[in-house]
């Protein structure tokens, strides 16, 4: 059974058009994390959330926000998608912060910028 | 800061083959250690891991020894099939605040019939 699920698979959105991509967990762990993925490159991470404590990358651009309403649900926010913002977002979750945490990721969001 | 270096590939075997990706890391401390396997399409699924200098992981016929002495953590396995297609990606966390994962760029491997 699917612990990490992201929806849509697939997003198309228009160019400067709003868009939110969803996360959820079954696993009841308390961190959940957002990757941006392009071209079979490293997955970087732009943020994640300890509970209900917001934790943004450095280099996280502005365009992007994040909103934790409950430990089950997560929502990547792109406010202005521009076309270097198209890629595959992955979202993973760990239950702590320890070092030896598993992280679990879910299948991913392909997001399209047309 | 930590960081991981993967070669590159991309690594083409034919089946039944020996399979090393070599991966080398630069931490601090003693960082906790993972590989990562990316199907087509699909997100990140854990391989193994290991915590501590001479551990060993090992899963569905892979393997890899934490060796602090070298700072590396190769992946292997015996006998690679097709279904064994993929990127493997390597990856560190620990000994900065939180989980972070640090990744390696990821190596493609094509296993050909």
């Known amino acids: 059974d699917a612990m990490v699920i992201q929806n849509p698979r697939y997003q198309v959105t228009q160019f400067g058009k709003p868009v939110t991509l969803s996360c959820s967990q079954t696993?009841?762990?308390?961190?959940m994390y957002w990757y941006q993925q392009k071209s079979s490159q490293a997955p970087k991470l732009l943020f994640h959330?300890?509970?209900?404590?917001?934790?943004n990358e450095a280099d996280t651009p502005d365009n992007f926000q994040s909103r934790r309403p409950n430990t089950s649900f997560c929502f990547l926010d792109i406010r202005s998608p521009g076309l270097g913002d198209a890629a595959m977002y992955l979202c993973?979750?760990?239950?702590?912060?320890?070092?030896?945490?598993?992280?679990?990721f879910g299948q991913g969001t392909r997001l399209t910028v047309v | 800061g930590n960081s991981v270096t993967q070669m590159e590939g991309p690594v083409t075997l034919s089946e039944e083959a020996f399979l090393t990706i070599n991966c080398t890391y630069t931490?601090?401390?003693?960082?906790?250690l993972f590989w990562y396997v990316q199907y087509p399409g699909e997100g990140l699924q854990l391989l193994l891991k290991?915590?501590?200098?001479?551990d060993k992981g090992s899963n569905k016929g892979f393997e890899a020894t934490y060796r602090k002495e070298t700072t590396s953590f190769h992946l292997e396995k015996g006998s690679v099939q097709v279904s064994d297609s993929a990127v493997y990606f390597c990856?560190?966390?620990?000994?900065?605040?939180?989980?972070?994962?640090?990744f390696g760029g990821g190596t493609r491997l094509m296993v050909k019939p």
């Open positions: 990856a560190l966390s620990g000994t900065n605040a939180g989980n972070m994962l640090t």
């Open positions: 993973a979750t760990s239950r702590d912060k320890g070092m030896n945490t598993e992280a679990f």
């Open positions: 290991a915590t501590k200098a001479d």
């Open positions: 696993l009841n762990h308390n961190v």
């Open positions: 959330y300890y509970d209900k404590d917001f934790n």
């Open positions: 931490a601090t401390g003693y960082p906790s």
